[in-house]
């Protein structure tokens, strides 16, 4: 199911706007229908938003982006198209049933804060309830808690005139957590505040959505805010979506030049993770097995070092070729006693600026993991050094070796 879902929407405003998404559908340019006197704002958009996810769309002043999220919550009627939320088809119900759901199922929070400057900070937050008829201590109370979560518990008889800019879009965002809405769209919600407020209304967002499980469509033109916020982004220009992904996807594979151009000088440390760049492990010991077949393994793959797992693929821990060898002439049938803890793991979300240090620090491959504590790949420094070296395709392993200088008869850690 999906929480929002856009099927070919158009909105054209100007002269024969029919015949204009008629020209348009037939593949006529922009530029070829702007000539005729209609202006085509968004064309041809489609795309589901998951329940709980944060749906980032991205792109420059005159996009269509602003126009776009205008009809996802009926203010602007498509010129054609389809609108789903929840379900319903919000163009095909009468005002009034549209009116409830955006009282109910739709929070909006705009760029520049539209509070009531006669209200205090609780009647502010509370006003969304005060249209729907709720009673005044049920609303008051609801926007103490909202107002709570958006860090303002204690403002509440305030006025807008005595807040900061980031105390303001928090009030908004208090507002539309109030109201209980499911969907938030945000529209240039934080542009309009300085960098460091900035950064906190972000982190802000991300601990609410995280909690509350909201589903947000945020309206931006900042491609590192994009890239903070979205669990997927749609790049749009001229009116057109050009490209839907994760923020991986969109640096590492952008649909055409305009998105690459783009993404051309994002910070790829902060984007990029470790289940991006990681590789299989190439030898991996069972904790079941004994060192007679971890011995084996190390010498059929030349390695010096394994980690060992167990049969879940949980990681206990790593074995070293002279404690193995020892073992074995010692006569062990298991690997007890020799699984040592002298490596370094690391989440598989991990953004790779975090694992510069603990990689310098570590003589083997940091082993990635999941939130179970499986092993799902290892990340070796010089493959590390290749991803910030902006290497997008992996050479082949000779070449990779050589590039490196490394010798492929003895590598640690269980990967080439």
């Known amino acids: 199911m999906?929480?929002?879902r856009a099927e070919g929407l158009f909105k054209v405003f100007g002269k024969k706007t029919d015949d204009a998404v008629r020209r348009l559908r037939d593949g006529a340019s922009r530029a070829e229908v702007v000539a005729t006197g209609a202006?085509?704002?968004?064309?041809d958009a489609s795309f589901d938003v998951r329940p709980g996810e944060i749906f980032v769309v991205m792109g420059l002043s005159g996009s269509g982006k602003s126009t776009l999220i205008r009809m996802l919550n009926g203010l602007l009627e498509p010129t054609a198209g389809r609108v789903f939320v929840d379900g319903v088809d919000i163009f095909a119900i009468d005002e009034a049933e549209l009116r409830r759901v955006r009282q109910q199922r739709i929070g909006m929070v705009f760029q520049h804060f539209a509070l009531l400057p006669h209200r205090t900070v609780a009647e502010n937050a509370a006003y969304a309830l005060d249209i729907q008829g709720v009673p005044k201590k049920e609303r008051l109370d609801r926007a103490a808690e909202?107002?709570?979560l958006v860090g303002l518990g204690g403002w509440e008889d305030r006025y807008?005139?005595?807040?900061s800019g980031g105390m303001k879009?928090?009030?908004g965002l208090a507002r539309a957590l109030a109201a209980g809405s499911d969907i938030m769209l945000m529209d240039e919600a934080f542009s309009a505040l300085d960098p460091l407020i900035r950064r906190e209304m972000q982190d802000q967002l991300i601990d609410l959505q995280a909690r509350l499980g909201k589903t947000v469509v945020f309206i931006t033109h900042d491609l590192n805010e994009a890239m903070r916020l979205g669990d997927r982004i749609a790049v749009m220009r001229d009116g057109r979506i050009v490209q839907i992904g994760t923020a991986e996807e969109v640096l590492k594979d952008?649909?055409?030049d305009y998105v690459a151009q783009f993404v051309a000088d994002v910070d790829r440390t902060r984007v990029l993770t470790a289940a991006s760049v990681m590789e299989p492990a190439q030898l991996e010991v069972s904790a079941t097995g004994g060192p007679r077949v971890a011995l084996h393994g190390m010498r059929e793959k030349q390695m010096s070092a394994a980690f060992v797992v167990a049969r879940d693929r949980t990681l206990r821990g790593v074995?070293?070729?002279q404690d193995v060898v020892a073992a074995v002439n010692r006569g062990d049938s298991t690997l007890d006693g020799i699984v040592g803890d002298d490596f370094t793991s690391v989440h598989a979300d991990a953004y790779l600026a975090e694992l510069f240090a603990p990689s310098a620090e570590s003589p083997l491959p940091l082993a990635v993991l999941d939130d179970a504590g499986r092993l799902v790949g290892v990340v070796p420094r010089v493959t590390l050094l290749a991803a910030m070296a902006s290497i997008v395709e992996a050479l082949p392993d000779a070449e990779q070796d050589a590039e490196h200088g490394a010798e492929p008869a003895r590598v640690e850690g269980g990967v080439r």
């Open 319 to 321: 074995v070293r070729d």
């Open 2 to 4: 999906t929480a929002v």
């Open 146 to 148: 909202a107002l709570e």
């Open 39 to 43: 202006t085509p704002a968004v064309i």
């Open 160 to 163: 807008p005139a005595q807040l």
């Open 169 to 171: 879009q928090r009030v």
């Open 254 to 256: 952008p649909a055409n």
